[in-house]
């Protein structure tokens, strides 16, 4: 929101922690393979819809995948992200 005197970002809140904290603490660094297909699917899902939205975040990695209480995830910093034509 921007106003003559500031400049407001409204963001939402992702409770978590980060994907490689997650799997540093987990038992032999590794989920069990039901978890993981769970993280991956949900993962994929989030970069198809950025693509097709013509986006791409270009700095997917543990450390920008946040993953909550429930399991789910989210895709953050997209500092590195940009948007191109659909051709």
């Given at each position: 929101?921007?106003?003559?005197?500031?400049?407001y970002?409204?963001?939402?809140?992702?409770?978590?922690?980060?994907?490689h904290s997650?799997?540093k603490?987990a038992?032999?660094?590794q989920f069990?393979?039901?978890?993981?297909?769970?993280?991956m699917k949900q993962?994929?899902?989030?970069?198809?819809?950025?693509h097709?939205?013509?986006?791409?975040h270009?700095?997917?990695?543990?450390?920008?995948i946040?993953i909550?209480?429930?399991?789910?995830i989210k895709l953050?910093?997209?500092g590195?992200?940009?948007?191109a034509?659909?051709?």
């Amino acid at each position: 929101i921007d106003s003559s005197k500031y400049v407001y970002l409204v963001m939402e809140f992702a409770n978590g922690e980060s994907l490689h904290s997650h799997l540093k603490a987990a038992p032999n660094r590794q989920f069990p393979e039901e978890k993981a297909k769970k993280i991956m699917k949900q993962l994929l899902m989030a970069i198809d819809y950025l693509h097709q939205r013509q986006v791409a975040h270009r700095d997917v990695k543990l450390e920008n995948i946040i993953i909550d209480n429930r399991g789910q995830i989210k895709l953050i910093d997209f500092g590195f992200c940009c948007a191109a034509p659909p051709d």
